[in-house]
């Protein structure tokens, strides 16, 4: 595998449900991200993790839940959603998280709220 | 105010036309990055180039130019002789400092124009 993956691809929950989106990033990076890509709003930063540690929680709501066990992992955990939450979520890695490194993408989670 | 403006948000131009997309930005930061991604519909995001504040240099690189202007807040992105392959909605992206429990470098996202190649 090389650079960011994401899983699953697509993924269909009720808002009862409890999921987890994984992303793995195999480029030795020190930071990871996550975005939600909603249909007609610019791409929304969620969660940064540098070295493991969360520098950002960009007034996410508690019912998403990053997890971030090491470098190369980062978890986004999903429970009582709202169909609004219906999005693309997409995973990102960079060298570090300050001088401007640019960010490398995983294809995303498509997810659906039912 | 930081923030990116494409102000394009569709175009459509035949095969082997050259298309330039606009890209305009503010930060009162003097230290900044500017960035284009491609996102094809497979939907990952795709790094096409990185710039910082202080090289104003354009740059070429095959197909695709961008040039760079501070004087007037602009990252413009031109592709020569598109390709149906080029069809994507392309991202323009400024980067940061911005503190939360920590500094780090945050990408301002612009809402993206939408390239559409025809044969």
Known sequence: ETGVTQTPRHLVMGMTNKKSLKCEQHLGHNAMYWYKQSAKKPLELMFVYSLEERVENNSVPSRFSPECPNSSHLFLHLHTLQPEDSALYLCASSQDDLRGYEQYFGPGTRLTVT | ?119
């Open chain 2, 1 to 119: 105010a930081q923030k990116v403006t494409q102000a394009q948000t569709e175009i459509s131009v035949v095969e082997k036309e050259d298309v330039t997309l606009d890209c305009v930005y503010e930060t009162r930061d003097t230290t900044y990055y500017l960035f284009w991604y491609k996102q094809p519909p497979s939907g990952e995001l795709v790094f096409l180039i990185r710039r910082n504040s202080f090289d104003e240099q354009n740059e070429i690189s095959g197909r695709y130019s961008w040039n760079f202007q501070k004087s007037t807040s602009s990252f413009n992105f031109t592709i020569t002789a598109s390709q149906v392959v080029d069809s994507a909605v392309y991202f323009c992206a400024l980067s940061v400092l911005s503190w939360g429990s920590g500094g780090y470098n945050k990408l301002i996202f612009g809402a993206g124009t939408r390239l559409a190649v025809h044969p």
